[in-house]
């Protein structure tokens, strides 16, 4: 698990300062790694740009380029401001007794490089840019070439993933010691390019308790006995498909279907259909609201609920129940709006699963979407504390967030699942997981995990994010469970 785990910024930074203690140097370590990163990819004769800032990071990478001078790489330095750290100016003297020469600019027709290497800020960056530091960052990023970042694209905040003004857009991320939450989402998707982890060989002993994981949930829970049937794997009952939206329910239940639920009841508030002809396996009801529940294991409310007086009975009925519950789109519209419902849910002793997307996160935390995407770990805590739920928030870099739990960090998914009726397919394979056992952390991990590999299983096709409709992504979700298996 080392190699997936999240640490807290302070945590971070007291493990730096206990391996300069013990005597690590762990910026000669970076600087290794990031000339490894590069011997492996270009031919010695390429030619590098380094671009070093005042501190640590412009240390990690005047050394990297100083490994790199001497196996023979045609190296340049950019170096806009004297280096202040003590590491890094001893860098800069060992570049300087080498041979090299940093430039303090770039002239305004300098050859595009092979490669640019990012050492500028790294996770360092803690106040706003200046206008002299915007103008070297936008010419950098104008250089038509390879950008590898080394920890974090300068610019960007590597645990909320907000991004400056002027920031590096990388097309790939060597970050050392562990993972940064913020490389994943928010901003920090499309800065950070392909992600690699560079440990640096920190000792076990030093290395501080993780706050959270990358998500790698496997499906070894769905194993199943040969001696089993329908009824072995358990009953859902979900609740919505209002008039102009019985599309919904309808993809839930089929991805619950394909996600191995033995029995799905869909009850439809439209009522208008009695059959799905392309998924007859679903045993459609009307949602009447005096009408007796199906006997069931799992409850799942919102694909299409609508916000109408039935809607509210619905969920005012769902949260009552001791039944585990997934609640989803307009459920927490609903939520949102009712104190009262809100008190319930809190109190509710089943396990409950909330998955908003920005703006119902927001709906339900009294705030903006900017603000649940300017921190999403902090929204998604304050929603899981708030209503003792599993939370999973959705977007780039999806989280799962449970009280008394580490967070998962989803890496998988992308642009192909941004269409209509993919988080409908999501509910139900959520609910699906929860009926054949899984607890509400692993199911909710496991289900947006599958959704994810789907998506870029189809990218990978496709050659392209474009076209993957939700009702084609539930049968690559059923192939991705039994993989996992």
Not at 348 to 371: F, G, K, N, Q, V
């Amino acid at each position: 698990m080392r190699e997936n785990a999240l640490w807290s910024l302070p945590a971070l930074r007291r493990l730096e300062t206990e391996a300069e203690l013990q005597g690590l140097d762990l910026m000669q370590r970076a600087a290794r790694a990031t000339a490894d990163w590069v011997r492996q990819r270009l031919h010695s004769d390429a030619r590098i740009l380094v671009a070093a800032g005042p501190g640590n990071n412009g240390g990690d990478a005047l050394y990297a380029a100083l490994l790199l001078m001497q196996a023979g790489y045609s190296v340049d330095i950019l170096l806009p401001q004297a280096a202040t750290s003590r590491q890094s100016q001893a860098a800069l003297q060992a570049i300087r007794q080498a041979g090299g020469i940093p430039l303090q600019q770039l002239a305004s027709d300098y050859p595009t490089p092979e490669l640019l290497i990012d050492g500028l800020f790294g996770i360092g960056l803690s106040r706003p840019l200046s206008a002299d530091w915007a103008a070297v960052m936008t010419q950098l990023n104008a250089l038509d070439c390879l950008k590898l970042a080394l920890d974090c694209p300068s610019g960007l905040d590597p645990y909320t993933g907000q991004a400056q003004q002027a920031c590096i857009r990388a097309s790939h991320t060597l970050t050392f010691l562990c993972h940064k939450p913020g490389l994943y989402y928010a901003a920090g998707a499309d800065h950070a390019g392909q992600i690699e982890l560079a440990g640096l060989d920190c000792p076990q002993a030093l290395l501080p308790p993780a706050e959270g994981y990358l998500n790698r949930q496997d499906a070894s829970p769905l194993q199943r006995r040969r001696d089993s049937h329908k009824g072995s794997h358990g009953t859902l009952c979900l609740i919505g498909g209002n008039r102009g939206m019985l599309g919904a329910a309808l993809l839930a239940g089929r991805a619950a279907l394909a996600a191995g639920a033995g029995k799905v009841h869909v009850l439809t508030l439209d009522g208008s259909l009695t059959v799905d002809p392309l998924c007859p396996e679903l045993m459609l009801q009307y949602a009447d609201p005096a009408m007796p529940l199906p006997a069931a294991d799992v409850l799942a409310l919102g694909p299409g609920l609508g916000q109408d007086k039935p809607a509210r009975q619905w969920l005012k009925r769902v949260l009552a129940s001791t039944l585990p519950l997934v609640l989803d789109a307009d459920a927490l519209n609903l939520l949102a709006s009712n104190a009262d419902l809100q008190h319930t849910l809190a109190r509710r002793p089943a396990s409950t699963i909330l998955t908003p997307h920005p703006a119902e996160a927001a709906r339900l935390l009294a705030c903006s979407s900017a603000d649940v995407q300017g921190d999403r770990l902090s929204a998604a805590r304050q929603l899981a504390e708030r209503f003792q739920c599993t939370v999973l928030l959705k977007g780039a870099g999806s989280l799962i967030v449970t009280v008394g739990q580490p967070y998962l960090l989803n890496t998988s998914g992308g642009p192909a699942l941004a269409a209509a009726g993919q988080g409908d397919v999501l509910t139900g394979l959520i609910a699906a997981l929860l009926a054949q056992g899984m607890e509400a952390h692993a199911a909710s991990s496991l289900a947006a995990r599958v959704h994810g590999l789907a998506g870029d299983e189809y990218q990978q096709q496709a050659g392209g994010p474009i076209g993957l409709t939700a009702s084609a992504t539930s049968q690559r979700c059923s192939a991705w469970l039994n993989r996992l298996l």
